[in-house]
């Protein structure tokens, strides 16, 4: 693993929850130990980053590693190396591995994992049942025992409300989180594309917006006769919104994210039949697009999460009925965020990093303020180029992005990682 730095990085914006000023920044022994204006090297390394923004590292709720189990898809380490190049100092890994994580031993192989690569911090959720299979609970106490925060079935919603109520009153108990794929699967049986005017001209089975709103409706009514936080992954439509928003109104402790895809792409791109347009909730319509695009400015959506969803190739060829739901996030997230998202770099970053950080419980080290005595998880982000995808140049294993071709706002310069520059000038240092 590389030594911690000691840099001294001049001449940036730094933009963190508290707001905005030019100030040097000063990194030793894995921590911020100085910020002000016009600071003296001393020994360590000048990095000029004029005309940047230095930030918390950001924070994905959302990550589908595929380590163990589908290496050809990605692993830990090419999943972290993506992060990284992204902005991301910490991953939430997504529990549909084979084996699940379902139990302590397949969660510490996890954390274990990604320490060994040390490139981000990747922390496992933990699945809500045994198997993912919506029946028995995992052991919630030995899992939050080894660190898990989030607990999540995602790639499917929990189906049995009985369950998912004794889940929130667990969940709640414990102080861990519960974060709900929401989805009836009785109403998106045999689905591969939203349920709408696209849909029926293609003669494709739809997945209707109902089915996601019925199971968001459902948890928010859980979570008010719990009191247990729940917090609502990849939301996709303008009654999902308008249902969060309403239940923020009332007090009640939900929290919800979207995705990058789910804010720039509708339905209308399957007309083509590329599966990599396929995806689990899928594209809705440009109503659902301009909905969830006000939820993220107005705060009613949390957070920006990736779905990051690897495939290798030879899965996402196959005809749009077999090939599997999911696209690449981490490396866009940032460029399509910021081409699509009309607000101020303090409101964006706080959707990349500490709102997410605090769902997540990783605020203690992820999401800080930039100032003396914290964490250096640090993201340095050049505003302005416009940039496309190469994808020969991707780190992720699998090269299922949407995004070939397409013009994105503002690159990831360097990303600092526990005092280490694990991206520097926009290529991995490991
Ligand atoms: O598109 C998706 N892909 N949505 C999910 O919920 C699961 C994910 C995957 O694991 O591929």
Request: aromatic share 4%.
């Amino acid at each position: 693993m590389m030594n911690k730095e000691a840099v001294l990085f001049a001449g940036g914006l730094v933009v963190d929850e508290s707001g905005e000023r030019h100030f040097d920044v000063r990194v030793r022994d894995g921590l911020v130990v100085e910020t002000g204006s016009d600071l003296a090297a001393g020994d360590e390394e000048r990095v000029d980053i004029s005309g940047c923004i230095l930030a918390p590292g950001f924070v994905d709720l959302h990550t589908h590693l595929r380590e163990p189990g589908m290496p050809e898809a990605e692993t830990i380490e090419t999943g972290s190396r993506a992060a990284a190049l992204g902005g991301y100092t910490a991953v939430v890994a997504m529990p549909n591995t084979d084996p699940t994580q379902d139990c302590v031993e397949v969660v510490e192989f996890v954390s274990k994992r990604g320490r060994e690569i040390g490139l981000c911090d990747v922390r496992p959720s933990g699945s809500i049942t045994i198997g993912r299979a919506g029946a028995q609970l995992t052991p919630f106490a030995d899992l939050a025992a080894v660190g898990v925060h989030l607990f999540t079935d995602d790639g499917s919603g929990v189906q049995d409300e009985g369950l998912m109520r004794r889940a929130l009153e667990y969940a709640g108990e414990l102080g861990v989180v519960l974060a709900q794929h929401c989805e009836v699967a009785s109403l998106t049986a045999g689905a591969v594309m939203h349920e709408g005017e696209c849909c029926s001209h293609l003669g494709l089975p739809g997945w209707p917006a109902l089915a996601e709103e019925l199971m968001v409706h459902r948890d928010i009514e859980l979570s008010r006769l719990t009191g247990s936080p729940v917090h609502l992954l990849h939301l996709s439509t303008a009654r999902s919104v308008e249902l969060v928003r309403g239940a923020k109104a009332d007090g009640l402790p939900v929290t919800a994210e979207a995705t990058p895809h789910h804010i720039s792409l509708t339905d209308e791109r399957l007309s083509s039949f590329d599966t990599r347009y396929k995806v689990n909730p899928p594209l809705r319509t440009m109503a659902d697009i301009e909905a969830v695009t006000a939820g993220l400015l107005d705060g009613t959506i949390d957070a920006i999460a990736t779905d990051h969803a690897p495939h290798p190739s030879a899965a996402k060829d196959r005809p749009l009925d077999e090939a599997p739901p999911g696209m690449l996030g981490l490396e866009t997230a940032l460029g399509v965020a910021r081409a699509h998202l009309d607000c101020s770099w303090q409101h964006l970053i706080g959707a990349l990093s500490w709102r997410p950080a605090r769902i997540a419980g990783l605020s203690d080290r992820h999401g800080r303020p930039v100032s003396e005595g914290e964490s250096a998880n640090l993201v340095v982000i050049d505003p302005d180029p416009d940039w496309q995808v190469d994808p020969s140049a991707l780190a992720s294993r699998s090269r299922n992005t949407p995004y070939i071709g397409v013009d994105l706002k503002s690159r990831v310069r360097h990303t600092m990682f526990e005092g280490r520059m694990v991206v520097r000038d926009g290529v991995a240092t490991a």
